[in-house]
């Protein structure tokens, strides 16, 4: 069985910084993309920053471009995701996505909560 655990939410400050994990289990994740992706309340579920299994190319929004930093650890099955300079617009449930283009695999983690206070 497929499982992503996302960790690391919290509360912090504007302008403060959290670093969200995720661990994946139940299946080997070669060549899976690795995604982030974010839903604040009243929104809808939007993409925050993604990374390639082959070279670990990173892709992210405009709206955290700069700010946050996604990386993976093939090896443990781990994503990460470093935010920075947090402001109180990334305020949403973070989750984490495996997808497999080739086959249009997609599983999801249950998200964490990220609060930041202005």
């Known amino acids: 069985q497929v499982q992503l655990v996302e960790s690391g939410g919290g509360l912090v400050q504007a302008g403060g910084s959290l670093r969200l994990s995720c661990a994946a289990s139940?299946?080997?994740?070669?060549?899976?993309?690795m995604g982030w992706f974010r839903q604040a309340p009243g929104k809808e579920r939007e993409f925050v920053a993604a990374?390639?299994?082959?070279?670990?190319?990173?892709s992210y929004a405009d709206s955290v471009k700069g700010r946050f930093t996604i990386s993976r650890d093939n090896a443990k099955n781990m994503v990460y995701l470093q935010m920075n300079s947090l402001k109180p617009e990334d305020t949403a449930v973070y989750y984490c996505?495996?997808?497999?283009?080739?086959?249009?695999?997609?599983?999801w983690g249950q998200g964490t909560q990220v609060t930041v206070s202005s």
């Open positions: 996505r495996a997808y497999l283009p080739s086959a249009g695999s997609r599983y």
């Open positions: 990374i390639t299994w082959i070279g670990g190319a990173a």
């Open positions: 139940g299946r080997t994740f070669t060549g899976y993309t």
